[in-house]
């Protein structure tokens, strides 16, 4: 037998959403289906437990008056200025540059130092060494971020604590452990 | 006073044959005036953009569209209507000083939600609001046929309403948010700032303390 719904497929199973391939478990398993059965007793219970008594109309217009007087005397948040809308995104441009440049210099490991005269720098700057992928994907990076509004970038650049688990929850398992190798493989080098 | 969008119209009172009188509702207070009827049609974006722009009767519309919400969310808090009725007074101030920065990322429902939810749960840490006793169930007409039924759901209710009370806050608002206000788990991932996942284990795990607390 397959493994147990998890927490998240109880849920969707209540709502009458839960993936094919888990009905299958669930046709099967006495164990979930029993689970869901009091999962649905106790959604009526408290479905019928807490009606909200409804306000006279004489309340609202009583109400919204009183909002409009608390209201009267405060100053709306201003809209923030454009350069503190920008420093955000400026600064997770930067960091995410710096990730990335980052993640090169550890992926590329220690080496000789090259000299190289300044004629070369500045072409090497200029055009990425199409021989090298890490240099290619970084350029690719900084032109399609500054393609960007400054908005997009920020959205992809300063995740939300809870972002990486959103992500992680949309690989397929082939991924989770292709990022497995790679966390291990990174981890490895560090060490 | 005003006339609202929801409350539109004369008073129901029939003057007797004869008289000469105009009934309606009082005006509101000199220098004060009814949203203009652009606004009252416009949609939630146009009225943040209008209160940005100046327009302070564009956040009356706005009360007057969502009070009924956010104070039912407050109401399922704090269990009483004074409280809810004061705390979800707070919520519209809160809004109004923090309207400028709201970014239009969800809808202002949502975000009026993330306002109210945030209120709430600051409400409950700093005060015990007071649960509703058994003795406070509606009085039952026990000339009805089925009064033992009746007083058995109110009594079960009211157990009920007692245990949700005691759950976890981010427990208690994702239930309240999922089955009272009926919120996909999208929108209460958007209101409470957590993934989807995450919305639905916290319900499951309210479900699951919900359960323990009612068979104890």
């Given at each position: ?108 490991g220690p080496g000789a130092p090259v000299p ?76 | ?41 416009a949609d939630d974006r146009a009225l943040v ?105 109110e009594e079960r209710a009211a157990e009920v ?56």
């Amino acid at each position: 037998m397959t493994q147990h719904l998890s927490p998240q497929e109880f849920v969707e199973s209540l709502d009458s959403t839960l993936a094919t391939d888990r009905l299958d478990h669930l046709a099967a398993c006495q164990t979930c289906r029993d689970e869901i059965e009091q999962l649905r007793l106790l959604m009526t219970d408290v479905e019928a437990a807490a009606p909200v008594p409804q306000p006279s109309p004489l309340f609202w217009d009583h109400f919204s008056d009183r909002v409009r007087q608390a209201t009267s005397n405060v100053e709306p948040a201003a809209r923030p200025a454009w350069w503190a809308q920008t420093w955000r995104p400026l600064a997770a441009f930067a960091g995410g540059l710096a990730v990335v440049v980052l993640a090169v210099v550890l992926r590329s490991g220690p080496g000789a130092p090259v000299p190289v005269d300044s004629a070369t720098a500045s072409v090497a700057m200029a055009e990425p060494d199409a021989s090298n992928p890490d240099e290619l994907a970084s350029e690719m990076f900084v032109t399609i971020a500054s393609a960007l509004p400054w908005e997009d970038v920020e959205q992809v650049a300063m995740p939300r604590a809870d972002t990486v688990d959103n992500l992680i929850e949309q690989l397929t398992p082939a991924e989770r452990e292709q990022l497995a190798r790679w966390l291990r493989a990174g981890i490895g080098d560090l060490e | 006073m005003r006339v609202g969008t929801e409350t539109a119209g004369a008073l129901p009172w029939q003057a007797p044959a004869g008289w000469n009188v105009s009934m309606t509702r009082p005006d509101r207070p000199s220098g004060e005036q009814a949203p203009a009827a652009d606004l009252r049609e416009a949609d939630d974006r146009a009225l943040v953009e209008a209160f940005r722009s100046g327009r302070r009767d564009a956040f009356d519309v706005i009360v007057d569209r969502h009070r009924r919400h956010v104070y039912q969310l407050c109401y399922r808090f704090v269990s009483n209507h004074e409280d809810a009725s004061d705390l979800a007074q707070d919520v519209f101030v809160r809004a109004f000083k923090g309207l400028g920065n709201f970014k239009g990322d969800s809808s202002l429902g949502t975000w009026l939600y993330r306002v109210g939810v945030n209120a709430c749960l600051n409400r409950l840490a700093m005060k015990k609001v007071d649960t509703e006793p058994i003795e406070a169930m509606p009085r039952v007409d026990d000339r009805a046929a089925d009064a033992l039924d009746q007083v058995m759901r109110e009594e079960r209710a009211a157990e009920v309403r007692s245990a949700i009370a005691k759950l976890p806050p981010k427990q208690r608002a994702t239930l309240t948010l999922r089955v009272y206000q009926e919120l996909s788990h999208e929108e209460i991932a958007q209101v409470l700032g957590s993934s989807v996942g995450a919305v639905k284990a916290n319900f499951f795990h309210a479900l699951g303390n919900l359960r323990r607390l009612l068979q104890s």
